[in-house]
């Protein structure tokens, strides 16, 4: 087994634009979150994200808010955790698909992409010879035609059922 690389690692693999777009996924609605998900997602927030002039940052406007909770994305695993389990949780109808066309592609699944219960040891490093974005991508939306993802969606929420990030960052 490879050494484990800690989940804000991701970071290397995420545009900011795309960090700002999970985070804006995040809290669009947290209605859509299964209870126990819904407040533990709401209790890091209120316990982890200062949001000045607002003693419980969840009063904040959206995007103030959004703000404090990237700088804390980039560099604190364990807060990492939680935003990464509510978006995922958007997705979790095509597991199935996903899994299919990862296992298709010769991908394993890491002991920690379940849920991800230690933030500092969450990846390891390597995909299957000769796989790349653009094959995962492609073999996702073979497996699903109706699939409303982006590609960029796609290829995060691929890293996150395996566990595996790529050998080096790929465009």
Sequence with gaps: ??????????????????????????????????????????????SEVKVSGFRNPLTAPKRM???EIEKRFEKDPHFIG???????????KYAGSFDQALEGLNFQKSEQAKGYPDPMNAFEIGWPEGVNYPKV????????????????????????RTGYLPRGKED
């Design 137 to 160: 991508i492609e073999a996702v939306r073979s497996q699903d035609e109706n699939i409303e993802m982006t590609d960029d969606q796609i290829v995060l929420y691929g890293i996150l």
């Design 65 to 67: 808010l959004s703000r």
């Design 82 to 92: 939680i935003i990464i389990q509510a978006w995922m949780s958007h997705y979790e």
């Design 1 to 46: 087994m490879s050494e484990l690389k800690p989940l804000h690692i991701i970071n290397v693999y995420i545009e900011t634009w795309f960090r700002q777009e999970i985070v804006d996924t995040v809290l669009e609605d947290f209605a859509v979150y299964p209870d126990e998900l819904r407040k533990k997602l709401v209790e890091t927030l209120k």
